[in-house]
């Protein structure tokens, strides 16, 4: 047992990284929600509130299914998923927006705000917001409207206003910036739920500790099912709140490996990536100090990556920390391997995954190798892929 | 005291408010840029903002974020903007200048910021960092130049103090919750705040953000020690890039020292 999950410290740094580094106007929203944030989460009418909508609204738990022609494909250890492809609104990200949206209910804030990439995150904070009947402003890089058309659609029906966003490399970063200055402009009637493991202390915090329960549920399953914890945890990193989210509760388990993959897009060392844990140094973007895609004159690199949601130059600052001290381990796939995992998945399961975790699902081919036919390895499948069906099928030449 | 202390004293002394003019480095071209510092001091400004140029400048409205994607696109870095800074002050020795930017581009370039002094520079301000932290924890260290810090409407009153401690040469108060560019100054909560910071400092407080004509210029040089413009004339530098006639943006800015003085 170690004490590596007692983080972040009081000002919001897992060692060197995190932190709070935003305009001034935001300090008192920060300072507020990390108030109300410590005294509810141990407050047993909040935890019950926040595990009933987790049953009831978002289904869980979610399974942890055996994948016995994937296992059998492999020809190494067992192979189970974490479905959080499973959970209402398809993706892992409900967990996070609906704990956050509580905080907001708690905080008496009429209007809700987010950033997007896939759009996953769009949909699980517009999904919330219109349950509890709250007006609610989503950020989207203008590319990412494109790449990701259905659920911009689906954002537009649960009656949130879409905002795309031109500037930069037109993607989840500069909807992040938006999401910001928006917040900046209307800090005191205004909740932003981020939807990642990033951004200034408290969210890459609030963002683990709810999506925690995947990690949670996953002990309870291991030992259901197999009678002991996994020998690796593997799950896809974009901002890294999936990832965080499986791995959490593990990271006093030492003999458990944890396993992020990052988006390769044309491979790592043509510099043409979304991999700042690979290819990156630390640098301070959108609030925290993190593993960062920058050149030498502290300009943030644009990315690429054929899945929208890991198209991000930044990582949480606790994946950083954990990659530092040798917890946690990070690789990279290229979206070509994506893809291939992602037909392969589908073909072999019956289960399409998302883009975003066909990254993951790609390092399996070499995981399986590593490890012995007795292995347990989990893959956190983060979403469901309905959402990719228009830029696979793009790839694969078919017009509709 | 180093240049930007003694031109706040000199114009306290003479009973007058101090014009801050904000231009981004290399919006259209530094060359642009060193010209129009110099039109800024013959039009009565006292102190010289140099955006300096980042890819995600969060608290920038649209008018200035356009302006750094100008500049990022002809490669502007911190080290050509000091170059530019050096040239400046071969001819001009004693007007202030301050850098104002983002966290990431001076941890950057942090050999430059330990002989920014020597440099020409005067003061920096950094948008993303709270006033509380000290600079030199980030490696951007040089105790001969002054750390202005930002205190908006929202700042408690526990952290003014703690950021008043932590600044020097002047407080930089935003006028308003939003990004700069925006509209609606709200004067009594600007007198206010302004009134209140004023307890914990002596240092002077100049007053940013929405602010667009002469007269909302005069109205906070009532309550503030200066006033400090940047959108309206970033947006003025651009209506004019292609024909270089500031002519316009000159009697701007005398426009604006007459109202504030």
Same mark, same amino acid.
């Given at each position: 047992?170690?004490?590596?999950?007692?983080?972040?410290?009081?000002?919001?740094?897992f060692?060197e990284?995190?932190?709070?580094?935003?305009?001034?106007?935001?300090?008192?929203?920060?300072?507020?929600?990390?108030?109300?944030?410590?005294?509810?989460?141990? /407050?047993?009418?909040?935890?019950?509130?926040?595990?009933?909508? !987790?049953?009831?609204?978002?289904?869980?738990?979610?399974?942890?299914? #055996?994948?016995?022609?994937?296992?059998?494909h492999?020809?190494?250890?067992?192979?189970?998923?974490?479905?959080?492809?499973?959970?209402?609104?398809?993706?892992?990200?409900?967990?996070?927006?609906?704990?956050?949206?509580l905080?907001?209910?708690?905080?008496?804030?009429?209007?809700?705000?987010?950033?997007?990439?896939?759009?996953?995150?769009?949909?699980?904070?517009?999904?919330?917001?219109?349950?509890?009947?709250?007006?609610?402003?989503?950020?989207?890089?203008?590319?990412?409207?494109?790449?990701?058309?259905l659920?911009?659609y689906?954002?537009?029906?649960?009656?949130?206003?879409?905002?795309?966003?031109?500037?930069?490399?037109a993607?989840?970063?500069?909807?992040?910036?938006?999401? !910001?200055?928006d917040?900046?402009?209307?800090?005191?009637?205004?909740?932003?739920?981020?939807?990642?493991?990033?951004? $200034?202390?408290?969210?890459?915090?609030?963002?683990?500790?709810?999506?925690?329960?995947?990690?949670? =549920?996953?002990?309870t399953?291991?030992?259901?099912?197999?009678?002991?914890? $996994?020998?690796?945890v593997?799950?896809?990193?974009?901002?890294?709140?999936?990832?965080?989210?499986? #791995?959490?509760?593990?990271?006093? =388990?030492?003999?458990?490996?944890?396993?992020?993959?990052?988006?390769?897009?044309?491979?790592?060392?043509?510099g043409?990536?979304?991999?700042?844990?690979? /290819?990156?140094?630390?640098?301070?973007?959108?609030g925290?100090?993190?593993?960062?895609?920058?050149? =030498?004159?502290?300009?943030?690199?644009?990315?690429?990556?054929?899945?929208?949601?890991?198209?991000y $130059?930044?990582?949480?600052?606790?994946?950083?920390?954990?990659? /530092?001290?040798?917890?946690?381990?990070?690789?990279?796939?290229? /979206?070509?391997?994506?893809?291939k995992?992602?037909?392969?998945?589908?073909?072999?399961?019956?289960i399409?995954?998302? !883009?975003?975790?066909?990254?993951?699902?790609?390092? !399996?081919?070499?995981?399986?190798?590593?490890?012995?036919?007795?292995a347990n390895?989990?893959?956190?499948?983060?979403?469901?892929?309905?959402k990719d069906?228009?830029?696979?099928?793009?790839?694969?030449?078919?017009?509709f | 005291?180093? *240049?930007?202390q003694?031109?706040?004293?000199d114009?306290?002394?003479?009973?007058?408010?101090?014009?801050? %003019?904000? +231009?981004? %480095?290399?919006?259209?071209?530094?060359?642009?840029?060193?010209?129009?510092?110099?039109?800024?001091?013959?039009?009565?400004?006292?102190?010289?903002?140099?955006?300096?140029?980042?890819?995600?400048?969060?608290?920038?409205?649209?008018?200035?974020?356009?302006?750094?994607?100008?500049?990022?696109?002809?490669?502007?870095?911190?080290?050509?903007?000091?170059?530019?800074?050096? *040239?400046?002050?071969?001819?001009?020795?004693?007007?202030?200048?301050?850098?104002?930017?983002? +966290?990431?581009?001076?941890?950057?370039?942090?050999?430059?910021?330990?002989?920014s002094?020597k440099?020409?520079?005067?003061?920096?301000?950094?948008v993303?960092?709270?006033?509380? +932290? *000290?600079?030199?924890?980030?490696?951007?260290?040089?105790?001969?130049?002054?750390?202005?810090?930002?205190?908006?409407?929202?700042?408690?009153?526990?952290?003014?103090?703690?950021?008043?401690?932590?600044?020097s040469g002047?407080?930089? &108060?935003?006028?308003?919750r939003?990004v700069?560019?925006?509209?609606?100054?709200?004067?009594?909560?600007?007198e206010?705040?302004?009134?209140?910071?004023?307890? &914990?400092?002596?240092?002077?407080?100049l007053?940013?953000f929405?602010?667009?004509?002469p007269?909302?210029?005069?109205?906070?040089?009532?309550?503030?020690?200066?006033?400090?413009?940047?959108?309206?004339?970033?947006?003025?530098?651009?209506?004019?890039?292609?024909? *270089?006639d500031?002519?316009?943006?000159?009697?701007?800015?005398?426009?604006?020292?007459?109202?504030?003085?």
């Amino acid at each position: 047992m170690s004490n590596k999950e007692n983080f972040p410290d009081v000002n919001g740094f897992f060692g060197e990284y995190g932190g709070k580094f935003v305009p001034e106007t935001l300090m008192c929203a920060l300072d507020e929600l990390e108030t109300t944030y410590n005294n509810l989460k141990d /407050d047993p009418t909040f935890i019950k509130e926040f595990y009933k909508d !987790l049953s009831h609204f978002v289904g869980r738990p979610s399974p942890l299914y #055996f994948a016995q022609r994937l296992t059998e494909h492999y020809g190494g250890g067992n192979i189970w998923l974490k479905r959080e492809d499973l959970n209402h609104t398809g993706a892992h990200k409900i967990n996070n927006t609906v704990g956050q949206i509580l905080l907001a209910k708690h905080m008496g804030k009429k209007r809700i705000i987010a950033e997007t990439g896939a759009g996953q995150h769009g949909v699980a904070t517009a999904t919330v917001a219109a349950r509890l009947g709250l007006e609610c402003h989503i950020y989207m890089g203008a590319e990412d409207v494109r790449r990701q058309s259905l659920n911009v659609y689906r954002i537009k029906l649960l009656g949130a206003h879409v905002h795309p966003v031109d500037s930069g490399s037109a993607t989840l970063k500069d909807a992040l910036n938006e999401a !910001l200055r928006d917040w900046v402009t209307n800090v005191d009637d205004t909740y932003y739920i981020i939807g990642s493991v990033t951004g $200034p202390h408290p969210y890459p915090m609030i963002v683990r500790d709810f999506n925690s329960v995947v990690g949670q =549920e996953l002990i309870t399953q291991s030992n259901e099912l197999f009678n002991k914890l $996994p020998d690796a945890v593997v799950a896809c990193v974009g901002g890294g709140s999936n990832a965080m989210g499986a #791995f959490y509760p593990f990271i006093k =388990e030492d003999d458990v490996r944890l396993i992020g993959v990052e988006a390769g897009g044309e491979g790592v060392e043509t510099g043409e990536h979304a991999a700042p844990l690979n /290819d990156g140094t630390p640098g301070v973007l959108h609030g925290a100090r993190s593993y960062l895609m920058q050149d =030498e004159a502290g300009q943030v690199k644009d990315t690429k990556s054929v899945s929208a949601g890991l198209d991000y $130059p930044g990582v949480g600052p606790e994946h950083s920390w954990l990659k /530092d001290i040798g917890r946690a381990e990070y690789v990279a796939v290229s /979206d070509d391997e994506a893809l291939k995992a992602f037909h392969e998945v589908t073909e072999l399961e019956g289960i399409m995954p998302a !883009l975003e975790t066909a990254h993951a699902f790609a390092y !399996l081919p070499i995981l399986m190798k590593e490890l012995g036919p007795e292995a347990n390895v989990v893959v956190n499948v983060s979403g469901r892929g309905d959402k990719d069906i228009n830029t696979v099928a793009q790839i694969d030449g078919i017009e509709f | 005291m180093n *240049k930007l202390q003694i031109k706040l004293e000199d114009l306290k002394d003479k009973n007058k408010k101090a014009l801050v %003019a904000y +231009l981004v %480095a290399g919006d259209p071209d530094l060359d642009t840029t060193l010209e129009l510092m110099h039109l800024f001091v013959n039009s009565g400004v006292d102190v010289i903002e140099i955006g300096v140029p980042f890819t995600d400048p969060i608290a920038e409205g649209p008018i200035i974020q356009k302006a750094h994607d100008r500049a990022l696109k002809k490669d502007i870095s911190l080290k050509n903007i000091v170059d530019m800074v050096i *040239k400046f002050r071969q001819t001009n020795t004693d007007t202030p200048i301050v850098l104002m930017g983002y +966290l990431n581009t001076f941890i950057s370039h942090s050999d430059l910021i330990e002989e920014s002094d020597k440099l020409g520079i005067d003061a920096l301000l950094v948008v993303d960092i709270p006033g509380e +932290l *000290k600079l030199d924890s980030y490696g951007i260290s040089n105790p001969n130049i002054d750390t202005i810090s930002l205190i908006s409407p929202t700042t408690a009153d526990t952290r003014i103090k703690q950021i008043t401690e932590n600044s020097s040469g002047f407080i930089y &108060y935003v006028n308003l919750r939003g990004v700069t560019g925006s509209s609606n100054l709200d004067m009594t909560e600007i007198e206010q705040n302004i009134s209140k910071i004023r307890q &914990y400092t002596s240092i002077p407080t100049l007053a940013g953000f929405g602010i667009k004509t002469p007269s909302d210029a005069k109205i906070l040089a009532k309550c503030a020690d200066g006033v400090i413009v940047g959108s309206s004339i970033v947006e003025m530098i651009d209506a004019v890039k292609e024909t *270089k006639d500031f002519s316009k943006i000159e009697e701007y800015l005398k426009d604006l020292n007459r109202a504030i003085n």
